[in-house]
């Protein structure tokens, strides 16, 4: 059995906040493992734990807040993508097994290809149709939206306009920071490009490269 499901859960809805009852998370689960509430069939990834009751989802849960609720927290991933798979006596095995088709879909949609045009803001969303993407505008960006994200994922943005990406700014919700060379804020200008590495367990999106 690769899942979790010791104690009950507490979930609130549009928040990323689950609390357990009886469990012992700090040991036993760890960023990037599924968290499903049983019988719901819509998989959540976990962004970090703090505590043997408290863990983060990396997105908001879209369900009803209840408490006293059975769940399960798949644990068994795949070395390279993360992929989650089935072991004996597990439960939820379609929510497993959607996740994975989901990742794989997202991984080959978007895998050395170019996606449409994204316009610049402070919490800036990529599509999901490339890893390569050019940037309008000039409104300052702040954070980069990991929703669905692997750990190790690589892009890169192209900048039509000049402006501002920052340093290591306060993470809300899935939107995480820029980790930037030098540790100092990236001013862009037409035609510069910014390169970036998703680290799911720092939470933070590293600068691999500029031109």
Not at 150 to 167: R, S
Not at 170 to 190: C, E
Not at 195 to 209: H, P
Request: charged content about 15%; proline content about 3%; glycine content about 12%.
């Amino acid at each position: 059995m690769s899942q979790y499901r010791k104690g009950t859960v507490a979930v609130t809805n549009a928040s990323q906040a689950v609390v357990g009852t009886g469990t012992n998370w700090a040991t036993n689960i760890a960023a990037g493992h599924l968290f499903t509430i049983s019988g719901s069939l819509v998989p959540y990834v976990v962004g970090s734990v703090t505590d043997d009751t408290h863990l983060t989802l990396s997105s908001n849960y879209a369900g009803p807040g209840q408490g006293g609720l059975a769940y399960s927290i798949t644990t068994s991933l795949t070395p390279n993508f993360g992929l989650p798979y089935m072991e004996d006596r597990d439960i939820d095995t379609a929510t497993i097994f959607k996740r994975a088709m989901l990742i794989l879909d997202t991984l080959m949609a978007r895998h050395g290809k170019q996606g449409a045009a994204v316009a610049s803001a402070n919490n800036l969303t990529l599509g999901t149709d490339g890893n390569y993407f050019q940037i309008t505008g000039a409104v300052q960006i702040n954070l980069l939206d990991s929703t669905g994200l692997l750990g190790g994922e690589v892009f890169t943005l192209k900048f039509n306009g000049a402006p501002t990406v920052k340093n290591n700014q306060a993470t809300s919700g899935a939107f995480k920071p820029f980790k930037l060379l030098g540790a100092a804020d990236f001013v862009a200008a037409a035609g510069r490009t910014l390169s970036l590495r998703y680290d799911i367990t720092d939470a933070a999106f590293y600068e691999m490269g500029r031109m």
